[in-house]
């Protein structure tokens, strides 16, 4: 059995006690992602499925829970964002969802304060007639238990997929988005944009990456410094 773990410190470092947040009706859970809201409340993304390692992997989804306690109990998770059929099996319709991240805006002015998003890759497959795409979509919270419809946040103008998405309150109030552009297996680049309208619209993307390669970036990798 493979599931998503957390290993929560109360003094400091010194000592850890490692906690699996649960996954039930899941069997599966991985590449997982860490928030805390402004008040304290910790929310733990992951992707899940039915089988896992070895199995057809069914229903691919996103889920979410959340602890009130900085990780040392957490509630039961809710899904945010429902997969369909099987990578392995022959079904009409594939919807793997994949690479997610959260993000809590813990900005103080920001008139959605607390307010938690989650991004994911949305792998999108119908055999017939074929169809395939791959937009990242994002949906948000306020409590971490009612969630929004997704919504389209990055189309996938790259010859192969947009994955692994940052986000980021800025100070001066904008958001600033950061994710992976690939166009081969040989050339992934990493892309910035910030939008000033809460994320309804966002800048034309600036490639922070300077030579062509395949450059990866993971979860919560945008940092803004002091200066």
Avoid at 6 to 29: E, I, K, M, N
Avoid at 192 to 206: L, N
Wanted: charged share 20%; proline share 7%; aromatic share 10%.
């Amino acid at each position: 059995r493979v599931i998503s773990t957390a290993s929560a410190s109360a003094d400091g470092g010194l000592t850890w006690r490692q906690v699996s947040p649960p996954v039930a009706p899941y069997q599966f859970s991985g590449d997982p992602a860490l928030a805390f809201d402004a008040d304290g409340r910790l929310y733990f993304a992951s992707i899940a499925d039915h089988e896992g390692p070895g199995g057809p992997f069914t229903a691919p989804s996103v889920i979410v829970a959340t602890s009130d306690d900085g990780g040392l109990t957490w509630s039961r998770p809710v899904t945010v964002a429902p997969g369909q059929g099987a990578v392995a099996g022959r079904a009409p319709n594939l919807v793997f969802q994949d690479k997610e991240y959260v993000a809590a805006d813990a900005f103080a002015a920001s008139p959605f304060r607390n307010r938690v998003y989650v991004s994911w890759t949305s792998f999108q497959e119908r055999r017939v007639p074929p169809v395939s795409r791959s937009p990242i979509l994002v949906s948000w919270s306020d409590d971490g238990r009612t969630w929004s419809r997704p919504s389209t946040l990055v189309e996938n103008a790259a010859k192969m997929n947009v994955m692994s998405v940052s986000l980021l309150r800025l100070q001066s109030g904008e958001i600033a988005l950061a994710y992976m552009f690939k166009d081969s297996q040989a050339d992934c680049s990493i892309l910035f944009r910030t939008s000033g309208d809460e994320a309804r619209t966002f800048s034309e993307p600036t490639k922070i990456t300077p030579t062509r390669s395949f450059w990866v970036h993971n979860n919560d990798r945008l940092v803004q410094l002091r200066s």
